[in-house]
Nanobody, 122 residues
Framework: QVQLVESGGGLVQAGGSLRLSCAAS????????MGWFRQAPGKEREFVAA??????LTNYAYSVKDRFTISRDNAKVNLQMNSLKPEDTAVYYC?????????????????WGQGTQVTVSS
């Protein structure tokens, strides 16, 4: 069983930056890919970014590419978010799964955190 706890959300003005972190209860580096997803009110949960178990491979949604950067160490995954836009407002969820690659498919992940709110004002 893997428990995930997100932190770092908050309120920021458009154009600002935030850094989200996700701490895992167990060492996830050996077999787990890690991902970030987000869900805005009234919308489906959508893929944001993912990183494979070794940190060598990453995958980004088109809407965040070149603005967001995902990284990891053994037990933590981070999401650096720059040039934030109001449309980035959502609850952000960390996910872990025994995957080969950095999947964008939310159903491929086995464990989820409780989420952290990110609000970007215009």
């Amino acid at each position: 069983q893997v428990q995930l706890v997100e932190s770092g959300g908050g309120l920021v003005q458009a154009g600002g930056s935030l850094r989200l972190s996700c701490a895992a209860s167990v060492r996830t580096s050996r077999t787990y890919a890690m991902g970030w997803f987000r869900q805005a009110p009234g919308k489906e949960r959508e893929f944001v970014a993912a990183i494979n178990w070794s940190g060598e491979l990453t995958n980004y949604a088109y809407s965040v590419k070149d603005r967001f950067t995902i990284s990891r160490d053994n037990a933590k995954v981070n999401l650096q978010m720059n040039s934030l836009k109001p449309e980035d407002t959502a609850v952000y969820y960390c996910a872990a799964g025994e995957l080969i690659g950095p999947s964008a498919n939310r159903y491929a992940y086995d464990y989820w955190g409780q989420g952290t709110q990110v609000t970007v004002s215009s």
